[in-house]
């Protein structure tokens, strides 16, 4: 029965995948913090291994960062490496840029020493992490740095309440609208944390870091709070985000907040996540910055 399996894989591998492209393009500016932190802490390194590349942000963001850098992009999923090679090529960065398809849960194949190691947002996703903190302090050359990136949270588009500056929403904030958009986000979570732990998809990554034998172990953290255009990369990134939350929330959900929820996620419509003028994102980025020895 391998067909429909692979199907399934093939066809969540998409929509993970336009969800990281949109999820690129709408956090550049903070994925280019991030980048400009790391460089903060290695200098010109040569060989860097993007750790569960995806479709290949990272690993772009990082070539761009650092130009004289070979890249290695290492992901399980043969479609998310073809993605990762097309966005090398459109970046102009395809020359340094190689893949590697490979289980990091399993036998790590031979790498040969990298001086940056970047996993992100890939972790959390792994049976054995702490494992994995171990052989990556293998494949780093002494000296060499970890980055790890999670998600502090999952994103919000409608609540959220104040922004991270302490003031509230400028103009007609999501709360304010009256038409319970807010308010439904805000169960989505509640529905989803009951479903799985929060720890799990944001999880705390110091003491494995530190387990596994890594020094000058650093924290930072990235905060987003940005408004979001409806009609652009915004509102669709929004749209599949939620979109992709469908098959878990929308069972648990009462009639009305599914009829709501329909009308959010739809192309069009006075409440669709494409037209309203009240969208706005609020996440961010914890990332881990830590020497090999
Ligand atoms: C959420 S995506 C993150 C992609 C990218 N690093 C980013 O931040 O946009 C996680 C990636 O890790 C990969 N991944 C998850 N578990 C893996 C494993 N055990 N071995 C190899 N890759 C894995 C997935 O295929 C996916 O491409």
Do not use: C
């Not at 290695?42 to 590349?53: E, K, M, N, T």
């Not at 799990?200 to 172990?217: K, L, N, V, Y």
């Amino acid at each position: 029965m391998t067909a429909p399996h692979s199907h399934t894989h093939a066809h969540d591998d998409a929509s993970i995948a336009e969800i990281l492209d949109l999820d690129a393009v709408v956090l550049t500016s903070t994925l280019g913090d991030i980048t400009t932190w790391v460089g903060e802490r290695v200098r010109s390194p040569q060989r860097i291994l993007d750790v569960g590349a995806g479709s290949g942000a990272g690993t772009v963001a990082l070539a761009e960062r650092f130009p004289t850098a070979q890249l290695l992009a290492a992901d399980r999923s043969a479609g998310m490496l073809d993605r990762v090679r097309g966005a090398a090529a459109a970046a102009g960065v395809a020359g340094r840029v190689s893949t590697v398809r490979m289980d990091f849960d399993g036998a790590w194949p031979e790498l040969g020493a990298v001086d940056l190691a970047w996993a992100s947002a890939s972790l959390h996703e792994l049976a054995d992490a702490a494992r994995a903190f171990g052989v990556l302090a293998g494949v780093l050359s002494p000296g060499g740095l970890l980055v790890v990136v999670e998600m502090d949270g999952p994103p919000r588009f409608l609540s959220g309440g104040e922004s991270t500056n302490g003031s509230t929403n400028a103009g007609t904030s999501a709360a304010e609208s009256g038409d319970g958009a807010a308010e439904l986000e805000a169960h989505i979570h509640e529905l989803l944390a009951e479903k799985r732990s929060p720890a799990h998809d944001h999880p705390d990554w110091s003491d494995g870091i530190e387990r596994a034998g890594f020094t000058r172990i650093e924290k930072a953290s990235f905060v987003v709070d940005l408004p979001l255009e409806p009609d652009a990369v915004g509102g669709r990134y929004a749209q599949a985000y939620l979109r992709r939350l469908a098959p878990v929330a929308v069972p648990r959900m009462t009639a009305s907040e599914r009829a709501l929820f329909e009308q959010l996620i739809a192309d069009d419509g006075p409440l669709s996540l494409r037209r309203r003028g009240d969208l706005r994102l609020r996440t961010g980025r914890t990332v881990w910055a830590a020497r090999r020895p």
